[in-house]
């Protein structure tokens, strides 16, 4: 255990481990098959970069994005680690000499795609380096029941075939039971070490919350958060860059993510959200894999994500340095109609696509009644991967916080939403029957002679968002039917009977929060109030630090550091050391600068003000 420890406090700062960390550590140095499922932020990575340390030798790690594997080496390196990675960005040069590094015996890591490893010969060039290990990242990939099927993936159980004396080490965040041993089975793995971490997430606050003006409720949480950093999840490329639009016009610095920009531009907006000359992302589920910043305070989705697995990834990117951060999803179940139409469409080209239809429809069912049902979110995500929530209350999402409220009067909004639908003949869309509700005069009402029916305009003080959302509501509770074809209207069924005879009662969710969230206050992670003042000018340092160097600032220090050295004020190098997350590199290279900073009037006469410290070797 002491080798481990030291080996952590030299290069990262941490004079403790976290759970199962220890348990995953031990069975890298001693090179047994191992499966580690642990949440976002939970330590995965520093897993399988003690091991080869500790045991002087050389690993694999398998990772599926390039802009990962580059962040993770220089994140690395910044701590004096050795690791290299081969990927095909690099110019030739920059191959030669991670070769040459190879072949030093230098480093400890070697970051590979599974492209790379499935090219011909590579796997006899690569045994000539005596990998001791291989550490797969993201191995949810590998499975059919997962949410992110890769068929490369598939093909890296051939590694215990060319490499018979390594040991094989799965790493994922999100995979239940079933895709855990789908892992195993594809991988071969030889008796494997099981260690499946607590899922929650405590420090992230949930919110689901009916969806009703997209752009004044995005707006409304990313206030709440100004000038920290968010990512916000739209479904197509048009919604991203127009929502974008909207929030630089309102003030904020924000850009548009998604696969249909070329790669320029891609990199571009990647680039300057990690060193935060951007605080927010708009993007489509292509961006947030290869983003390593731990700061991202807010996560919004304006729509349904596929599955648990999906929202469980994408709200993981939230709070990873461990501190607060929310998480809030704009819900109507007009979404879970639209991902099941979209996958039986995408089903009907392939037969991989219609052999795995079952799965894909499960999830996204699995996802709706997370949204629709008003009880604790922590623990419906624990009890989605397995795990007991034995808490009464989380006192970190909508319903705990008291702010989810039930609509008053909500059977009897119910009933004349039904009576609509019945007075129109069952014949019509969700968009016909609100405009019948509200009152519209519009050529379409007056046409069909819709103006004169009894139940024209008796919701007409509903805004059409709202009711639009109350009719998904029924239609999500099984109390309202919807067809599926190209043009879906909606049916009564044998419980909307019940519901206008007065048998059944029904709760709608209000479509605001009964209490409007506060910003949360800035802490350390134990707790501890900062100085808010100095905690800007270290990040201001932070950033002209990291600016210079040409790397992210969350490279230099994170969030969660910065707000230790605010809260205690280290008046030495020897009290910095204390701090998590500084190891003895950061601290010799970074810690002068740091204190100049922390003086009270770092400005002062005879005082050096703060800067850019040496460059270290």
């Avoid at 390593?292 to 990834?313: F, G």
């Avoid at 000018?537 to 490279?555: D, F, N, Q, T, V």
Wanted: charged share 30%; hydrophobic share 40%.
């Amino acid at each position: 255990m002491e080798a481990i420890l030291e080996t952590t406090r030299r290069f990262w700062g941490h004079d403790s481990l976290r759970p199962l960390q220890e348990e995953a550590i031990r069975a890298g140095i001693e090179r047994r098959d191992s499966l580690v499922v642990l949440p976002t932020g939970g330590g995965k990575s520093l897993c399988y970069q003690v091991p080869p340390v500790v045991a002087g030798r050389l690993d694999v790690v398998v990772s599926p994005l390039i802009s990962l594997m580059k962040d993770q080496v220089d994140g690395l390196a910044a701590c004096g680690y050795p690791a290299v990675a081969l990927h095909s960005n690099q110019t030739e040069a920059e191959r030669k000499e991670a070769w040459e590094e190879l072949r030093s015996g230098r480093p400890r890591l070697l970051f590979l795609s599974p492209e790379r490893l499935a090219l011909d010969g590579f796997t006899g060039v690569l045994s000539r380096l005596g990998v001791g290990a291989f550490a797969v990242d993201e191995a949810h990939c590998i499975s059919h029941w997962g949410h992110d099927f890769r068929p490369e993936y598939r093909r890296l159980g051939r590694l215990r075939e060319a490499f018979p004396e390594a040991s094989l080490h799965a790493y994922t965040a999100t995979a239940t039971e079933r895709v855990r041993e789908d892992i195993v089975l594809e991988l071969g793995l030889r008796d494997p070490v099981r260690l499946v971490g607590r899922f929650d997430r405590p420090n992230l606050v949930y919110r689901v919350i009916p969806r009703v003006d997209v752009r004044r409720q995005v707006l409304e949480v990313l206030r709440r958060h100004r000038g920290e950093a968010a990512i916000v999840y739209r479904i197509t490329r048009k919604e991203t860059e127009s929502l974008a639009r909207a929030l630089r016009s309102a003030g904020l610095s924000a850009a548009a993510y998604h696969a249909g920009l070329d790669k320029a531009a891609r990199t571009a907006v990647q680039e300057a959200f990690a060193n935060e000359r951007i605080q927010v992302v708009v993007a489509t589920v292509a961006f947030g894999m290869g983003i390593d910043r731990s700061d991202v305070r807010c996560v919004i989705h304006t729509a349904l994500p596929k599955s648990v697995e999906h929202y469980q990834q994408e709200t993981g990117r939230a709070g990873r340095d461990g501190l607060e951060a929310e998480c809030v999803l704009l819900y109507s179940v007009a979404d879970a109609l639209r991902w099941e139409e979209l996958a039986r469409k995408g089903a009907e080209e392939t037969e991989e696509g219609r052999r795995t239809l079952p799965a894909r429809i499960e999830l996204i069912g699995h996802m709706k009644r997370f949204c629709g049902t008003l009880r604790c979110r922590h623990r419906a995500l624990s009890l989605y991967f397995g795990q007991d929530y034995p808490e009464e209350s989380c006192g970190a999402c909508d319903v705990c916080l008291g702010e989810a409220e039930v609509l008053p009067d909500s059977t009897e909004t119910a009933r004349k939403i039904l009576s609509c639908v019945a007075r129109v003949g069952q014949r019509f869309g969700v968009s016909h029957v609100v405009k019948v509700l509200r009152g519209s005069g519009d050529e379409g009402v007056r046409g069909r002679g819709h103006h004169r029916l009894g139940v024209h305009g008796i919701l007409k003080e509903v805004p059409a968002g709202v009711l639009t959302n109350l009719v998904y509501q029924l239609v999500d509770q099984e109390l309202l039917d919807r067809t599926g074809d190209e043009w879906p209207v909606l049916r009564l069924n044998r419980e909307s009977m019940a519901v206008l005879r007065g048998e059944k009662k029904v709760l709608l969710q209000a479509p605001a929060p009964k209490r409007k969230p506060r910003k949360p206050r800035a802490l350390t992670a134990e707790g501890e109030e900062i100085d808010a003042d100095l905690f800007e000018r270290l990040r201001a340092l932070r950033r002209e630090i990291a600016s210079k160097r040409g790397i992210p600032p969350y490279m230099i220090f994170s969030d969660r550091t910065l707000r230790a050295l605010a809260a205690r004020k280290p008046e030495t190098l020897e009290e910095m050391r204390e701090v998590y997350g500084i190891g003895d590199k950061k601290l010799a290279d970074l810690g002068p600068a740091f204190l100049r900073a922390l003086r009270p009037d770092p400005a002062s006469p005879g005082k050096e003000p703060p800067g850019e410290p040496p460059a270290s070797s």
